[in-house]
């Protein structure tokens, strides 16, 4: 078969998700198995919201609504943007591979920071595009390096806001400098996945930047602090110009409906999705605390995740979390070989993660 294959798929290297619960449990036995790997929302949806999802399901029997129409109005009216500017995705990521097959031919140029999410990479290899990659400096993105990547070829710069793994933010004057005399043919895609997170106060808004910058799209999704990251669903926000071309790249069907009835509960269950984040920002403090109590140094972020320096070989150290029925992520496939990415969980998982690490290291 290979010589029938894309020849610019040959080098691409699948993405590897964090291992899921059952084939922990299966693998190695065990009936107890917690994952804080892969930024998840540790709690169940609210029961307003599985209520709706039993109700959607009534209606499986049909296509979902290619449009997303009442998701799409309440968005609008929440944000105060057209509802021509939305578009939505089976997750985020899909938005990803949209913006990458809308504008990027082969041998064009997209920017990333290293490390940053995976899959920004990946469809762009995938489309044959060049991969310039920057290295993070002190764990924040170097947008300097970034700008001065940046040549004629350049069509899509990727920035994580806030940023996976590192979990820094934007601010306005970070984003505003970076916009500034930069081609309004590149598309500057803003990765705002953990937007809910953030509470800080110079968090740059990026919706009125869009006004602004037509060459920008902001995307979101309810894989997060929603917590729906199983029935895959995000949305990007953009000019009418940039979600019609992405459009062109989008099969009709791409959100499934229980995933759409899903979303809108959500955002109609604020109070409860506020208090979810509130909890996971308190026991964020925990697993500072706790893990400098073992003496080992964290990356302070902004979201639901911490870079931990294990201060030794990460991957021995999430192999022995593992056995013990912790999944981690191990970092050094990012190329940091002592830091250990961990999601935050509930109360009793992070008081499991910090003794389990205590024990193993
Ligand atoms: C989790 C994540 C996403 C998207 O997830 P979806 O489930 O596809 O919406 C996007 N970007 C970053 C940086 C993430 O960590």
Not at 301 to 314: E, G, H, M, P, Q
Request: aromatic letters at 10%.
């Amino acid at each position: 078969m290979k010589r029938s294959v894309n020849k610019t798929i040959l080098n691409v290297k699948p993405y590897v998700p964090g291992k899921p619960i059952e084939e922990v449990k299966r693998e190695l036995g065990l009936r107890k198995v917690i994952k804080l790997a892969s930024n998840e929302n540790p709690y169940t949806p609210s029961a307003k919201v599985l209520k709706a999802i039993e109700k959607a399901a009534l209606d499986l029997n049909r296509y979902p609504d290619g449009d997303c129409y009442y998701l799409r109005q309440e968005l609008s009216k929440r944000l105060g943007v057209g509802p021509r500017q939305f578009i939505f995705g089976n997750g985020s990521d899909e938005l990803i591979v949209f913006a990458i097959r809308a504008f990027v031919d082969k041998e064009d140029e997209v920017i990333i920071a290293k490390p940053s999410f995976l899959i920004y990479e990946i469809a762009s290899q995938i489309a044959g595009a060049k991969i310039k990659a920057v290295p993070l400096k002190g764990f924040r993105y170097d947008l300097d390096g970034m700008k001065a990547a940046v040549t004629d070829r350049t069509k899509v710069v990727f920035l994580g806001n806030p940023d996976n793994p590192s979990g820094q933010y934007f601010t306005r004057a970070d984003i505003e400098g970076f916009m500034k005399g930069l081609s309004k043919d590149i598309l500057v895609f803003i990765d705002e996945a953990y937007f809910e997170y953030v509470d800080a106060k110079d968090y740059v808004d990026s919706i009125a930047l869009l006004k602004k910058y037509s060459n920008m799209i902001v995307t979101r999704t309810f894989s997060k602090m929603y917590g729906l990251a199983g029935l895959r669903i995000g949305y990007g926000i953009a000019s009418e110009e940039v979600v019609d071309y992405m459009n062109r790249v989008r099969e009709p069907f791409n959100v499934n409906s229980l995933a759409q009835a899903a979303a809108l509960a959500c955002l109609k269950d604020q109070a409860h999705y506020r208090k979810v984040a509130r909890d996971v920002k308190k026991q964020r403090d925990v697993i500072y605390q706790g893990v400098r109590k073992l003496g080992l140094e964290v990356q302070e972020s902004c979201t639901n995740f911490i870079l931990i320096d294990v201060k030794t070989n990460a991957s021995s150290v999430t192999k022995k979390l593992l056995q013990k029925g912790i999944i981690v992520r191990d970092m050094s496939f990012w190329g940091l070989d002592r830091y250990i990415r961990v999601s935050i969980g509930t109360e009793k998982e992070n008081r499991q993660l910090l003794s389990t690490l205590e024990e193993v290291l």
